[in-house]
């Protein structure tokens, strides 16, 4: 027991150095002068080595073995030792000053970016953008040797525990085979019924802002314990009790702000409902990228374009804009946030188009990793899918490789987990709404409560003490079934 407590003590301060380079790396995407961009980096990247050193040094593993052998610990205890164990070995796979290069190779790829992603550019990134992808392979290698993995399965190890490609493969291989048809379909109907009529512009920041807000505390946010702000590209992040959500505004569409706060918040709720006994433990971290994307995409897809929560949306955004006439009613709303529409832009995209995008990004990583492509092929390569896949050419590098900043940012293995979570959002949304009859009513009164509620006690709360799987089956009562998702898309898009 006195091992245990020890590593108890390491994992808190490593949650603190963590929680502190979360605040920096906040700062930089959304205030940080573009300047101080260099001396950030050099920053987040000692806290971090700081972290690499504590979870790395010889005591740890001393008192890992020990914990282990002594045993008499309960639950929660039991699987905060086997994270922490888990956490041993990606790091000490992985020397320190390959994650001080790491970090720092990414913070210069994430600031030179902005500016190749503002220009179109992508001969500007690519120096920077292969020092980060030679770098990820070599942490690739060097986890798959500590984990028996190979170093793409190792990078998706690191996102989301357990998750290998042959359990994506099935999975994505039914969508790829169902979605085609279903796009189709779905836009022959849609074609049929005419265009909806569309609210007119410029719809103010602040008033977008308020919207915003309203809809957050509406979900349950707790601005007591985060905030909201701008930044290029939408995120949530911040520490421990501080939850930092981002969004970016467009004064000639509000629903894209909205949507994008809607998103954001729900990861926020998922990181402001771990087990407060546990907060700076591993065993109280969000379980993975997947179940923390099928958190974001409950309330964005499946609450928040629902015909309930619309029917509550559509008076709210019609006095905040002062909109008057066919366009601001709740059915042409629920038509344009339905509408099925190949577009460039990942974020941007409709849910039938949207794996899609996961995809053809699943494949060009894993190529990248694996040494099949090199970075320079990628935009010729990132084009030439997105037109196999959903029929568009790519008139510049914004709108193809350069939309994304996780590979600069150093996020290898992320990509799957967004259509894992559309997936997961699917099947628990079901669920929830079946233990909960008052979920549609409640959205349609702005209430969030029974659906939130629902997954504080079956998703958020349980931190860490079980893999994904077991938590999705014992919420939903199945494993990860691709037909649910399929089964939604054609309640919404073909029913409907």
């Known amino acids: 027991m006195q091992a245990y407590r020890a590593l108890e003590a390491t994992f808190a301060r490593i949650g603190a150095l963590e929680d502190a380079s979360g605040i920096l790396g906040w700062d930089a995407q959304t205030l940080m002068p573009d300047g101080a961009a260099e001396g950030r980096g050099d920053q987040i990247a000692v806290l971090r080595g700081l972290a690499h050193d504590l979870l790395t040094e010889p005591a740890t593993a001393d008192r890992l073995a020990a914990a282990e052998e002594a045993g008499g ?14 956490a041993h070995t990606h790091a000490a796979a ?3 000053d390959l994650v001080e290069a790491s970090s720092r190779a990414v913070s210069r790829a994430e600031m030179t970016w902005r500016e190749a992603r503002r220009t179109a550019d992508f001969a500007l990134l690519r120096p920077d953008l292969a020092e980060v992808l030679a770098l990820q392979r070599e942490i690739g290698r060097a986890k798959g040797e500590a984990l028996g993995l190979s170093p793409y399965d190792a990078l998706l190890d690191s996102y989301d525990p357990g998750l290998r490609q042959d359990a994506i493969d099935p999975l994505f291989a039914v969508l790829e085979a169902e979605l085609p048809g279903l796009i189709g379909e779905a836009q022959n109907r849609q074609a049929a019924a005419g265009p909806a009529p569309v609210p007119e512009g410029p719809f103010p920041v602040e008033a977008q802002r308020q919207v915003g807000l309203a809809l957050m505390r509406a979900a349950g946010f707790d601005f007591a314990r985060g905030r909201l702000d701008v930044s290029l590209h939408p995120f ?5 009790d501080d939850v930092r959500i981002t969004t ?5 569409d509000f629903a894209r702000a909205l949507m994008g706060v809607l998103h954001e918040t729900g990861h926020a709720l998922y990181e402001q409902g771990r087990p407060a006994a546990w907060r700076r433990q591993p065993v109280g971290a969000a379980r993975g990228m997947s179940l923390h994307e099928s958190q974001s995409l409950t309330l964005e897809m499946q609450a928040g374009r629902s015909r309930e929560f619309v029917a509550y949306l559509a008076p709210l955004v019609r006095e905040a804009f002062g909109g008057t006439g066919p366009a601001w009613e709740a059915d042409a709303l629920h038509r344009n946030y339905t509408r099925v529409a190949p577009g460039f832009i990942r974020v941007d995209a409709d849910e039938c188009t949207y794996p899609a995008h996961i995809l053809l990004r699943y494949r060009l990583e894993r190529a990248l990793i694996r040494g099949e492509m090199e970075i320079g092929d990628l935009p010729g390569a990132f084009d030439e899918g997105l037109h196999r896949l959903l029929g568009l050419t790519v008139p510049d590098d914004a709108r193809g490789c350069l939309q994304d900043i996780h590979w600069p940012g150093g996020a290898w293995g992320y990509f799957p987990t967004y259509t894992l979570g559309a997936m997961m959002a699917a099947q628990l949304f079901d669920a929830a709404c079946t233990a909960e009859p008052d979920l549609r009513p409640g959205l349609a009164r702005g209430d969030f409560s029974p659906l939130v509620g629902w997954l504080r006690t079956h998703v958020h709360a349980k931190g860490s003490v079980a893999g994904t799987q077991e938590i999705l089956a014992a919420a939903t009562g199945r494993p990860l079934d691709a037909g649910v998702f399929l089964g939604h898309l054609r309640r919404r898009y073909l029913d409907a």
């Open 73 to 86: 610990l309960d639950d929660w205890s039991r699987a905060n030792l086997a994270e922490m164990r888990r």
């Open 94 to 96: 992985v020397p320190r």
């Open 236 to 240: 949530c992040g911040g520490a421990t």
């Open 248 to 252: 970016r505004y467009d004064e000639a």
